[in-house]
């Protein structure tokens, strides 16, 4: 069973910057790809950034420019780096690795950005 963790989160003023990680563990198998959605109370869940163990990164357009997502394959971990944060990117961030076309999540990470 493939276990994901993320760790990270707090709270930040606005303009400030912040990093998460999320590391995926008991695969015998590499994920294929790792990604980072976000989840704002009453609102639907959405994609922040992809990172495929092959191919290209996706970015969400409100994120572009601000955050960047990278991987370590050596340690199954995927970072997001969040810079010039807005309170608008509140939300639980939560991590996701395929796993051989399965999807495993993360419990999420609170990231509060205050005004």
């Known amino acids: 069973q493939v276990q994901v963790a993320e760790s990270g989160g707090g709270s930040v003023r606005a303009g400030g910057s912040m990093r998460l990680s999320c590391t995926a563990s008991?695969?015998?198998?590499?994920?294929?790809?790792m990604a980072w959605y976000r989840q704002a109370p009453g609102k639907q869940r959405e994609l922040v950034a992809t990172?495929?163990?092959?191919?290209?990164?996706v970015y969400a357009d409100s994120v572009k420019g601000r955050f960047t997502i990278s991987r370590d394959n050596a340690k199954n971990t995927v970072y997001l780096q969040m810079n010039s944060l807005k309170p608008e990117d509140t939300a639980v961030y939560l991590c996701?690795?395929?796993?051989?076309?399965?999807?495993?999540w993360g419990q999420g990470t609170q990231v509060t950005v205050s005004s």
């Open positions: 990172i495929p163990s092959l191919g290209s990164i």
């Open positions: 008991g695969s015998m198998f590499d994920p294929d790809v």
């Open positions: 996701t690795a395929v796993v051989r076309v399965k999807h495993y």
